[in-house]
């Protein structure tokens, strides 16, 4: 059963840094291409930053220079580190993953909630 679990959210003021990471197992997902999405109350879920099996990252105009996206294949765990946090940062955010060659992401977090304080 594949599986994703996102941890490392919590509260923080305007200007903080958080690190969320997302522990996948149940899969060989070090052949897989990962992200992270977010979802903030009445928006739609949106993509925050990706990274593909080969290492090859791209993040959303609103976080680039501020987040960055990375994953460990050893240890099967994929992070986000949030620096600069703004309170329009603040949403659910969840891990995805898919297969080589896949358009949509098939497996998905339960998600971890970050907010931030202005």
């Known amino acids: 059963q594949a599986q994703l679990v996102e941890s490392g959210g919590g509260l923080v003021q305007a200007g903080g840094s958080l690190r969320l990471s997302c522990a996948a197992s149940?899969?060989?997902?070090?052949?897989?291409?990962m992200g992270w999405f977010r979802q903030a109350p009445g928006k739609e879920r949106e993509f925050v930053c990706g990274?593909?099996?080969?290492?090859?990252?791209d993040c959303a105009d609103s976080v680039k220079g501020r987040f960055t996206i990375s994953r460990d294949n050893a240890k099967i765990t994929m992070y986000l580190q949030m620096d600069s946090l703004k309170p329009e940062d603040t949403a659910v955010y969840y891990c995805?993953?898919?297969?080589?060659?896949?358009?949509?992401?098939?497996?998905w977090g339960q998600g971890t909630q970050v907010t931030v304080s202005s």
């Open positions: 995805a993953a898919k297969g080589i060659g896949r358009v949509g992401y098939e497996f």
């Open positions: 990274i593909s099996w080969l290492g090859v990252t």
């Open positions: 149940g899969r060989t997902f070090s052949r897989y291409n």
